[in-house]
């Protein structure tokens, strides 16, 4: 069952059987106005995942449609239409700020949650974690389609968790934001729930010992309460007493780079609460795989969704790492490629965002941020390595641009690359295909000249033509690709090379 799979999660929760999930355990975008798009600027597909602003545009204009239409044969949907229209009413008077992003954001997440309560097991449960920003529309929008499908058991509504941390903004005209929400639904009332514990507040209180040695209190009936068994944990889950839930900070060993990373231990406990071994949980906003990695760790199966192809890479290399998993043996991938049939499968239908999507991924394979298309003449991933010449005794920067050809590449292309290659005073350019290139394409590398870095020479112009021998074994990259020591290309240090505080982004978890 263990899944990851890329693409819009709505489209992928379509295709999900009903009551098919245990459990669901999600950190989606929050509508906080915040813009990660720096680490890619070219997509609009990926545009959304990057940025978490919204517009009343087109798309959520769509959004809204079809909800309206689903309404008329779902009562799930008419529920979720009925309360969007309340909204309008509200959200049109708004005098400040961007007046349609929260009925944008809101057109969004409505139908997303309306499928995650369809693919719900009578005893399931969900957990949606968001902070003040968007937590009060959500909680309605909740409301109504949980309240749909319960109309005898109003008891489907569990818990306002509060999760309190140590960093966070401390403005001047406020107090400190330092909590996010999570809102704990279930089901119906034969959702599975386990008690949890954590360390209790005051140990001197458990003065006595029985005949195993075991401390307790006993309250004002004569019932005991034991050391070892820990305190019921309530709603408010802080760093203070728990130190595993706080903030993950550069120190931390979990951390990844991600910006709106989450520690293991918060879904850990939420996992072990709502279900059991064996248990299906589910993450829609999967990003760095946290869900998906407390999941495994607790023996549970998992699925994972994410719209980005770039969130999968680190959380593949999150599983290898952390469980010792591999793709197409222990669990499989789809909308990732994985062999050169996949990458056929991903580009054959001309959908240009799938373009756009694999252009991202190969240019990572070679340590580069993806950047800006333009089409014919421009550079798909560049970046920049600083080369330390010993007998010099000094250091000198190199910039690497890189292009992206599915198609059959033509000499007119290559020579539009070159000449972009000198605009940008780019030391290396590779350019990427997945058929061969020519015999006058090999000699406009000649005529490109080298780069020579510590008496080594490197063609200025290289080809690197992706093929099954690169997925049988990525490292032979170094062989097909010749660069100086400093960029050797790494893929088992995908997750520390290509996700740090210098190119955060917006992914989940």
Partial sequence: MNKLYFGDNLEILREIDDARVHL??????????????????????????FT????????????????????????TYKALDECLKGYDAVLRRAVSGNKGAMRAYLAFMGPRL?????????TGSIYLHCDATASH??????????NQANRKDNDFFRNEIVWHYQAGTAPKTAFGRKHDTIFFYRKSRNSCFHRQSKPVRNP???????????????????????????????????????????????????????????????????????????????????????????????????????????????????????????????????????????????????????????????????????TRDVGDGGHDGAGHVTLWNPQQMKETDARILAEVKTGKPTITQVRAFCQVMTQNNAEIGIFITLEPVSAGMRQQAEEMGTFEHNVQTYPRLQFWQIDDAYF?????????????????????????????????????G
């Fill in 472 to 508: 049988a074994n990525p490292e032979i990259i170094n062989t097909l690709v010749r660069l100086p020591a400093e960029w050797r290309l790494r893929p088992t240090q995908k997750s520390e090379r290509h996700f740090d505080d210098r190119q955060t982004h917006f992914l989940r």
């Fill in 137 to 146: 529309y959500l909680k309605c929008v909740m409301d109504a389609i949980w």
């Fill in 114 to 122: 309306a499928e995650m309560h369809r693919v719900l097991t009578p």
């Fill in 204 to 370: 001197d209180r458990y003065k006595f010992v029985d005949e195993n040695g075991r401390k307790y209190d006993v309250n004002g009936v004569g019932k005991r309460y034991y050391l070892d068994e820990g305190q019921t944990c309530d709603d408010v889950w802080t760093y203070v007493q728990e130190k595993q839930f706080q903030q993950l900070n550069s120190q931390s060993k979990e951390r990844l780079g991600y910006p709106t990373q989450k520690p293991r231990a918060l879904y850990e406990r939420m996992i072990k609460a709502s279900s059991n071994e064996g248990d299906i949980v589910l993450d829609p906003f999967c990003g760095c795989g946290t869900t998906i990695d407390a999941a495994h760790t607790l023996k549970r199966q998992w699925m994972g969704i994410d719209l980005t192809i770039l969130a999968l890479d680190p959380m593949r290399q999150r599983l290898a790492d952390r469980h010792g998993l591999q793709p197409s043996i222990d669990y499989h991938i789809e909308g990732y490629p994985t062999n050169m049939q996949e990458v056929r499968k991903l580009l054959k239908e001309g959908d240009k965002r799938k373009y756009h999507d694999f252009s991202n991924w190969a240019v990572t394979r070679l340590g580069l941020n993806p």
């Fill in 24 to 49: 669901i355990c999600t950190d989606p975008p929050f509508n906080s106005g915040r813009d990660y798009n720096a680490f890619i600027r070219d997509s609009l597909a990926q545009k959304k995942a």
């Fill in 52 to 75: 978490d602003t919204w517009t009343w545009d087109t798309a959520a204009q769509d959004a809204r449609a079809d909800i309206e239409r689903r309404a008329h044969t779902s009562d």
